[in-house]
């Protein structure tokens, strides 16, 4: 429950509202691991499937460090955990900031927070069925003669987080934009103008959050490309709905 009332809150309310929001939003994680722990081994076989379905038959994925057996799928199955708990937890920032809206932010904010969500997972999803499996047979495929694969759980699991929370956050763009325009920052008419440089831009950054290889870094560039048209085409609905609403308050004045 929300600590605003009627009369302005002190700083000492707001910073205990968010220390509530933010321990529930602990606990919340907390509580989504402790239903999945049990299962950490088989989440882990689970997400290293892309790999071990393209290595050489007879290969096998090795551990190199005396611990790393239990510490990498329990590191997974905690990122996990806050991936599934991730709806709740943004619940809990929009409590926090929501009496503090008016209600046409109320209105905006509700569907971008639902939306980013949906995206950051399109974006986990994209990355494991689609990115995973191609960049793998890639790697496995070019191995000098003579080389054994066996990749270490430890490394495997580095490599794929850094790829989830890649794709994940480039699937952000969208929300990005529409807030971008919807503060003022941009307009649509200014992002399309700009578009030579977000396609350099995109295959930069798909270059810093990708292994150095092209193929996952086009995979992830031209996702964000068409992501950023997607962005422009709702940001400029949106645009054009407010400019409406805005005509229509000075006719009636």
């Not at 968010?18 to 999945?36: A, E, H, K, M, T």
Request: charged share 10%; hydrophobic share 55%.
């Amino acid at each position: 429950m929300s600590n605003y009332s009627a009369q302005p809150a002190s700083l000492f309310d707001h910073l205990l509202e968010l220390r509530n929001s933010l321990l529930r939003s602990v606990l919340g994680v907390l509580v989504v691991f402790c239903c999945l722990v049990y299962f950490a081994q088989d989440i882990y076989q689970y997400v290293a499937q892309p790999l071990l379905a393209v290595m050489p038959e007879g290969s096998q994925m090795i551990a190199t460090d005396v611990a790393s057996p239990f510490f990498a799928p329990f590191k997974l199955t905690l990122v996990l955990s806050l991936f599934i708990a991730m709806p709740f937890v943004l619940y809990q920032v929009w409590a926090f900031v929501a009496p503090g809206l008016y209600n046409n932010e109320k209105r905006l904010i509700a569907p971008l927070m639902f939306g980013s969500t949906l995206l950051f997972y399109g974006g986990i999803a994209f990355a494991y069925f689609i990115v995973f499996p191609v960049v793998f047979a890639f790697f496995t495929s070019v191995a000098p003669e003579g080389v054994v694969i066996a990749t270490d759980i430890s490394s495997y699991l580095d490599f794929i987080l850094k790829l989830f929370f890649a794709f994940g956050a480039a699937f952000e763009i969208p929300i990005a934009i529409i807030l971008m325009c919807w503060t003022g920052i941009t307009t649509p008419e200014s992002l399309r103008e700009k578009r030579p440089y977000v396609v350099v831009g995109a295959f930069v950054i798909g270059m810093l959050l990708t292994p150095p290889d092209i193929i996952s870094q086009t995979m992830l560039a031209v996702p964000m490309l068409i992501l950023f048209e997607i962005g422009i085409i709702i940001a400029s609905l949106n645009h054009k709905n407010s400019d409406d609403e805005l005509a229509d308050e000075k006719a009636n004045d």
